[in-house]
């Protein structure tokens, strides 16, 4: 059964574009779309409604709502999708219907796919972001959490672990393996496993500092 409501968590840009895109979306339309935003009081913005967690969950609770996560930052995806799923709510998978999806691939729970992405038989764990114009080879596995930016390639094989980040316009090189909490910058080219917790740049990418903070931004 389809739920009235859906909470798109985070008022930033990749927030907006997921409002424009339930519109576009060739799955039963909600009632009513609402922002979550904890830094803000309820508000309304450019005229939707906006309101922190602890509001939406007494105004539209589970059973009448599901929440998506909107934030680029991996380490901050997996703590909203903890919060919101202990408070028993569902996560739908969003996917842009300009997006080429291979009937093989496998979706977890929570996970964005922007248009005119292209995936192959890959697997995707839940809460994943999956940009615009980005490409997945055969069998590649992106983990929980994961941000993969626009323009990307992810080639056959290759496993991104949890939280993991991937730059724009970067190219991840077949049966490359890439460990939790790294970052790949923006255009690298990557040839070789990455371990936990690493920030690679360049072509070829190259280690330049560990990931301390977990954090991108």
């Known amino acids: ?3 009235e ?3 798109i968590y985070g008022t930033g840009g990749t927030g ?3 409002y424009e895109l339930v519109p576009e979306l060739n799955t039963p339309k909600w009632e009513k779309v609402v922002f979550i935003d904890d830094t803000k009081e309820c508000c309304v913005l450019d005229g939707v409604e906006c309101m922190p967690f602890s509001v939406f969950e007494e105004k539209y609770p589970c059973h009448m709502a599901e929440i998506i996560i909107s934030l680029g930052e991996p380490k901050y995806r997996e703590l909203l ?3 919101v799923t202990a408070a028993d709510y569902t996560l739908p998978t969003l996917i842009h219907p300009e997006a080429y999806i291979s009937p093989r691939a496998k979706f977890g729970r929570g996970v964005i796919v922007k248009a005119r992405a292209m995936l192959s038989n890959a697997v995707i764990g839940d809460n994943s972001l999956i940009s615009d114009l980005v490409t997945l080879g055969h069998d590649v596995v992106i983990g929980k959490h994961c941000v993969v930016s626009g323009h990307s390639t ?3 094989g290759s496993v991104l672990a949890d939280n993991v980040y991937v730059g724009v316009s970067s190219n991840v090189r077949e049966g490359v393996k890439i460990g939790r909490f ?4 923006m255009a690298a080219a ?3 496993d990455v371990e936990d917790e690493q ?4 072509n070829p990418a190259r280690v330049i500092a560990k990931n301390e903070k977990k954090l991108v931004f």
């Open 1 to 3: 059964m389809s739920k």
């Open 5 to 7: 409501i859906l909470g």
């Open 16 to 18: 907006w574009e997921i």
């Open 81 to 83: 999708y903890d919060k």
């Open 154 to 156: 992810v080639n056959g």
């Open 182 to 185: 790294s970052i790949v910058s």
């Open 190 to 192: 990557v040839f070789k």
């Open 199 to 202: 920030i690679v740049m360049g």
